[in-house]
Each structure stands twice: as C-alpha cells, then as structure tokens.
C-alpha cells in the first residue's frame, strides 16, 4: 500500500508562471489536506477537501491559490502568477474520515520561484 | 488565538544521552496535541498523540510525552538518544472543527554527536 504520493518534489518557476503540486492518497483515503511550510516555520493549514468538495479553505490565499480534488485523480493545488514569497514546501496529507485523528503525511513538494 | 511554542530551535545531545524536547499550546478547549518527525526529505510520521485520558503517552521509536494543563505543555521525552533520532520534531495542536486541522510549531532540529 503506497503511502502519499506528492509530484513533483521538486518545481522550479519563474515570477509569473503556474505552478500545479499533485497528491495522490494513500488508498481508500477520501480526505486531502494540503499544508505549507515556509523556511524555518512550521506547517501552516492550507485547506481540507473531500472528492469533488472544498470543506474548509480559510488557511488559502485569497487570490492566485486554488484547490481540487475530483472524482477521479489526485487532488491538484495550482498557484497562478507564482511569486517569490510562494516558495515553500507543500505537504499534502490524507485520512480515511475526518473523524480519523491520524494523518498520514507526503514527503511534499519544493516550490522555488526564481 | 491558538497557538503552538516551540522554544528550543536547535538541539544537541551525544548519542546515548536524555532528551527532552519542549512544547506549549495555547487552546481554548482541551486541546488534541501531536508530535511528529520529519527526516531530511521526507514528510512527517506521526510518532505520538494525546487526545485524553491518561496524560503520559507513549510513542513509537521509544518516545514519550507528557501532557500537562497547568503548564499548558506537551514535551516530548526520550531517555536514550539514538543517532538515527536525528531529525526535525514538531508539535502540533488540534483546531476546532472537528478534523485534521492542525497548527503547528515552528519545529525543533535535533542533532545527535556519536
């Protein structure tokens, strides 16, 4: 049983290009988080999705940043017009229900915006 | 506001050695506290957690942590330091909602001298 799959691990962008972080969950997972960390911080909620929902996204930047997780495939966080202070890692977490206290982690994806 | 203090940055201890790796929280209701470790490259593993009842809990790798409210604190405990500890910890406090909305520490880098 694969555990959290993220890609790529690393990403490379220009100012003012996109950037696309995957996850794909551990198996019979339906519950996706995605957390950033910022240089010597730690991780800071993003936001929590279901298949084909948004449950809570408060932690998201009003602008630029979006998240899915469809039917079908990983779930996808997309930055339009990256910037510098996007660069960060990006972790994504799954759990079978929300009720589960366990999450179990990816070993994320390192965003650097030239 | 929640929050999560982890006051030591960097930590180094000789192989063999205790460890104890400090944390407190600021949580409006009994809180849902968390230690996790990340290796270089990898995502966190959740090494233990306390939601209630008795307030020592044990871990995997031989850890422990103990969970005071009057000190509001949650420090981890090892009483033999292992090379292969070395790594980043980090504490974290269940949000309310219900689900795996966690705020983090800004983490503790452990290093181990042989």
């Known amino acids: 049983n694969a555990g959290v799959m993220q890609n790529p691990r690393h990403l490379v962008r220009r100012r003012g290009q996109e950037a696309r972080l995957r996850c794909s969950p551990m198996?019979?997972?339906?519950?996706v988080y995605w957390y950033r960390q910022l240089p010597e911080e730690g991780l800071k909620f993003m936001v929590y999705?279901?298949?084909?929902?948004?449950?809570?996204e408060s932690g998201m930047p009003k602008e630029r940043f979006s998240a899915e997780f469809p039917k079908e495939g990983p779930s996808i966080l997309r930055i339009q017009q990256v910037v510098r202070g996007d660069s960060a890692a990006y972790f994504c977490?799954?759990?079978?229900?929300?009720?589960?206290?366990?999450?179990?982690f990816g070993s994320g994806t390192q965003l650097s915006v030239l | 506001a929640q929050s999560v203090t982890q006051p030591d940055i960097h930590i180094t201890v000789s192989e063999g050695a205790s460890l104890e790796l400090r944390c407190n929280y600021s949580?409006?209701?009994?809180?849902?506290l968390f230690w996790y470790v990340q290796s270089p490259g990898q995502g966190l593993q959740l090494l233990l957690k306390?939601?209630?009842?008795?307030?020592l809990v044990q871990g995997i790798k031989g850890f422990e942590a103990e969970f005071k409210r009057s000190q509001s604190s949650f420090n981890l405990r090892k009483p033999s330091v292992h090379w292969s500890d070395a790594a980043e910890y980090f504490c974290?406090?269940?949000?309310?909602?219900?689900?795996?909305?966690?705020?983090f520490g800004a983490g503790t880098r452990l290093a181990v001298h042989p």
């Open positions: 977490a799954s759990s079978p229900w929300d009720e589960d206290e366990k999450l179990f």
């Open positions: 198996k019979g997972h339906s519950h």
């Open positions: 999705l279901q298949k084909e929902n948004i449950i809570d």
């Open positions: 949580y409006g209701a009994t809180p849902y």
């Open positions: 306390y939601f209630s009842g008795d307030t």
């Open positions: 974290a406090v269940g949000a309310s909602g219900g689900y795996n909305k966690l705020i």
